[in-house]
Antibody, heavy 123, light 106 residues
Framework: QVSLRESGPALVKPTQTLTLTCTFS??????????VTWVRQTPGKALEWLAL???????YYTTSLKTRLTISKDTSKNQVVLTMSNMDPVDTGTYYC???????????????WGQGALVTVSS | SYVLTQPPSVSVAPGKTATITCGSN??????VHWYQQRPGQAPVLVIS???DRPSGIPERFSGSNSGNTATLTISRVDAADEADYYC?????????FGGGTKLTVL
């Protein structure tokens, strides 16, 4: 049974850098064919994709936030980390990590999600 | 960039069938994934690759995809199905979500 858990600061100040950690249980982040993503949801809004990292360290970012995002992996801690620089109040929302697999038909849906981390950006 | 269009809201009476659409040019050639998100909870995958139901998802949930429209169908709707539903596709290695549809059970 795989489980994911996000952790990070609940409150950050404008211009600061946010660091969020996604800790895996029951599965290695290096599992062949697995990808881990970060998705956020600002209040009352839709899901917004942020970044994706494949098991082989390929990385992908949403175009609109690419300059502010970095996704990385700490294999020793079985974690995937997202940093977002220059935080603004409009970045306030819930940040989720989720995992998927690359299968024969193609990239699958996200079948495991963390519970989400609520981040407020305020001075 | 790829855009997925969903109706903002759908209403249905208990016991009836709800239909939620996800539109885009030639979406029928893509695998579409559907998520249910209840208030205050993380999304849950309910349909994968347009019509596959993950383990644990009731048979009442089904999906289809053809032409310019993918469809999530929920039969025999009950109050527990009231939630936001999102479609999602892959555009290369980028993830695209629809704007979400709020399903209200009358």
């Amino acid at each position: 049974q795989v489980s994911l858990r996000e952790s990070g600061p609940a409150l950050v100040k404008p211009t600061q850098t946010l660091t969020l950690t996604c800790t895996f249980s029951g599965l290695s982040v290096d599992t062949r064919g697995m990808s881990v993503t970060w998705v956020r949801q600002t209040p009352g809004k839709a899901l917004e994709w942020l970044a994706l990292m494949d098991w082989d360290d390929d990385k992908y970012y949403t175009t609109s936030l690419k300059t502010r995002l970095t996704i990385s992996k700490d294999t020793s801690k079985n974690q995937v980390v997202l940093t977002m620089s220059n935080m603004d109040p409009v970045d306030t929302g819930t940040y989720y990590c989720a995992r998927t697999r690359i299968t024969v038909p193609g990239r699958a849906g996200f079948d495991s999600w963390g519970q989400g981390a609520l981040v407020t950006v305020s001075s | 960039s790829y855009v997925l269009t969903q109706p903002p809201s759908v209403s249905v009476a208990p016991g009836k069938t709800a239909t939620i659409t996800c539109g885009s040019n030639n979406i029928g050639v893509k695998g579409v994934h559907w998520y249910q998100q209840r208030p205050g909870q993380a999304p849950v995958l309910v349909i994968s690759f347009s019509s596959d139901r993950p383990s644990g998802i009731p048979e009442r949930f089904s999906g289809s995809n053809s032409g310019n429209t993918a469809t999530l169908t929920i039969s025999r709707v009950d109050a527990a199905d009231e939630a936001d539903y999102y479609c999602q596709v892959w555009d290369g290695a980028s993830v695209v979500f629809g704007g979400g549809t709020k399903l209200t059970v009358l």
